[in-house]
């Protein structure tokens, strides 16, 4: 990946004997001594502190963008981002039908009106969903880049709303790590994207978020709406706190300078999987598909199953086996028929899919791995080449 590489990047030695999922323990260490520094300087808000001046410049530098804020959550960004768009009621935005339901939260919460974009195999809208949707009255549409994965239609996206003179959000919550564009990193595209340090996402600090943009003077107010005390006002206005701590940004930043090595790891491993489910399971669809690994952050392998019930027989099999999946069940909050507002159109049906997850895991022992695939496949009745190795 020809990502930016950051100024200290970091390396993780030794690469994990068993595997690691929860990633963010790989740079403990250098998190521990960063904390201990914040703890120790006495400063521990965003407001004085250095911690999280360091996370958003560095942050602004690796997506390629002018201007970095941090703030409490994804989400809270988010909304601080409509708000300063001047979203608001009689406006609408269109949100994908697959993506978390607090970013449809965040637009109802402006008092806006939520219109849901159906979904496609590659878990993202194409733009022809979008289009039946976008009118005089739409303020903002929001493309989510799914389980590691570039949105597969966002420079069309983009070029569209573009014409039509409506900001696009990107919202790059779950893909840290991931590009588009000879693989830059994503979140280049939108008016603002936002990214998230949740704890199950590739960079997790527990909460928190990170808005991105160009436009200073939208930036400005952002700060202004997210309660940062020293930014003047563009007029007297209700300042909320979305603040992030220095805390959660010291436990953030080391992560970020591992951020490419830990993707460079995590495709090595992620490229054997998909090739083991391409050749030897019953999946239709693998993703990432093989014109688009290097866009992946390597984080998952995804897959369409024939059926919902053959999705569910291995999420079973995954969770008896200790192999960390995700199949979407009924309720599952990340897709649109759990929201009060649901798509107007026909999405694929997402009960069908399954994705791994892909450990950190020392390249010696990467054949244990597939190995606990394959069987898990087999398990489940999936597995179509049981003697291939
Ligand atoms: C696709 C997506 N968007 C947005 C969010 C919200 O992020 P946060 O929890 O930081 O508000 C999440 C978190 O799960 C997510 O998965």
Same mark, same amino acid.
């Given at each position: 990946?020809?990502?930016?590489?950051? #100024?200290t990047?970091?390396?993780?030695?030794?690469?994990?004997e068993?595997p690691v999922?929860?990633?963010? &323990?790989?740079?403990?260490?250098?998190?521990?001594?960063?904390v201990s520094?914040a703890?120790?300087s006495?400063?521990?808000?965003a407001?004085g502190?250095?911690q999280?001046?360091?996370?958003?410049?560095?942050t602004a530098?690796?997506?390629?963008?002018?201007y970095?804020?941090?703030?409490?959550?994804a989400?809270?960004g988010l909304?601080?981002a409509?708000?300063?768009?001047?979203?608001?009621?009689g406006? #609408?935005?269109?949100?994908?039908a697959?993506?978390?339901?607090?970013?449809?939260?965040?637009?109802?919460?402006?008092?806006a009106?939520?219109?849901?974009?159906?979904i496609?195999e590659?878990?993202?809208?194409?733009?022809?969903?979008?289009?039946p949707?976008?009118?005089?009255t739409?303020?903002?549409v929001?493309?989510a880049?799914?389980?590691?994965?570039?949105?597969?239609d966002i420079?069309?996206i983009?070029a569209?709303?573009?014409?039509?003179?409506i900001?696009?959000?990107?919202?790059?919550?779950q893909?840290w790590?991931?590009g588009?564009?000879?693989?830059r990193p994503?979140?280049?595209?939108?008016?603002?994207a936002?990214?998230s340090?949740?704890?199950?996402?590739?960079?997790?600090?527990?909460?928190?978020g990170l808005?991105?943009c160009?436009d200073?003077d939208?930036?400005a107010k952002?700060?202004?709406l997210?309660?940062?005390?020293?930014?003047?006002a563009?007029?007297p206005t209700?300042?909320g706190n979305s603040?992030?701590?220095?805390?959660t940004?010291?436990?953030?930043?080391?992560?970020?300078?591992?951020?490419?090595?830990?993707?460079?790891?995590l495709?090595?491993?992620?490229?054997q999987?998909a090739?083991?489910l391409?050749?030897?399971?019953?999946?239709?669809?693998?993703?990432p598909?093989?014109?688009?690994?290097d866009?992946?952050?390597?984080?998952?392998?995804?897959?369409?199953?024939?059926s919902?019930q053959a999705?569910q027989?291995?999420?079973?099999e &995954?969770?008896?086996t200790?192999?960390?999946?995700w199949?979407?069940?009924p309720?599952d909050?990340h897709s649109?028929?759990?929201?009060?507002?649901?798509?107007?159109s026909?999405?694929?049906d997402i009960s069908?899919?399954l994705d791994?997850q892909?450990?950190?895991l020392?390249?010696?022992?990467h054949?244990?791995?597939?190995?606990?695939?394959?069987?898990?496949?087999?398990?489940?009745?999936?597995?179509t080449r049981?003697d291939?190795?």
């Amino acid at each position: 990946m020809t990502s930016h590489r950051l #100024e200290t990047p970091l390396h993780y030695s030794p690469v994990p004997e068993s595997p690691v999922y929860g990633y963010g &323990c790989l740079t403990a260490e250098p998190q521990l001594e960063r904390v201990s520094r914040a703890i120790a300087s006495g400063r521990l808000s965003a407001i004085g502190g250095s911690q999280v001046p360091e996370l958003e410049r560095l942050t602004a530098f690796y997506t390629g963008r002018a201007y970095a804020l941090a703030t409490s959550s994804a989400t809270a960004g988010l909304e601080v981002a409509l708000r300063a768009l001047g979203i608001g009621g009689g406006w #609408e935005v269109v949100v994908p039908a697959l993506g978390w339901v607090s970013v449809a939260g965040a637009v109802a919460a402006t008092g806006a009106t939520v219109r849901v974009a159906p979904i496609e195999e590659s878990l993202t809208p194409s733009w022809d969903h979008i289009a039946p949707l976008v009118g005089p009255t739409t303020a903002a549409v929001v493309v989510a880049h799914l389980r590691g994965r570039p949105a597969s239609d966002i420079a069309r996206i983009a070029a569209e709303l573009r014409n039509r003179e409506i900001p696009l959000i990107e919202d790059c919550a779950q893909a840290w790590g991931a590009g588009n564009d000879h693989s830059r990193p994503v979140g280049r595209y939108g008016k603002v994207a936002v990214f998230s340090v949740q704890a199950y996402k590739l960079i997790a600090a527990g909460e928190g978020g990170l808005t991105v943009c160009d436009d200073a003077d939208l930036m400005a107010k952002m700060r202004t709406l997210a309660g940062d005390t020293r930014v003047p006002a563009y007029r007297p206005t209700w300042r909320g706190n979305s603040r992030m701590s220095e805390i959660t940004a010291a436990l953030a930043i080391p992560q970020l300078q591992a951020l490419d090595d830990l993707t460079g790891q995590l495709r090595r491993l992620q490229r054997q999987v998909a090739d083991l489910l391409t050749e030897q399971s019953s999946a239709e669809i693998v993703l990432p598909q093989d014109r688009e690994p290097d866009d992946s952050n390597g984080m998952h392998v995804g897959a369409w199953w024939p059926s919902a019930q053959a999705a569910q027989t291995l999420w079973q099999e &995954c969770y008896s086996t200790g192999l960390c999946a995700w199949h979407p069940t009924p309720g599952d909050l990340h897709s649109h028929h759990a929201w009060p507002v649901q798509a107007e159109s026909e999405s694929a049906d997402i009960s069908r899919y399954l994705d791994l997850q892909i450990p950190a895991l020392h390249p010696r022992l990467h054949h244990t791995f597939l190995d606990s695939v394959r069987s898990t496949l087999d398990k489940a009745g999936l597995l179509t080449r049981p003697d291939a190795r």
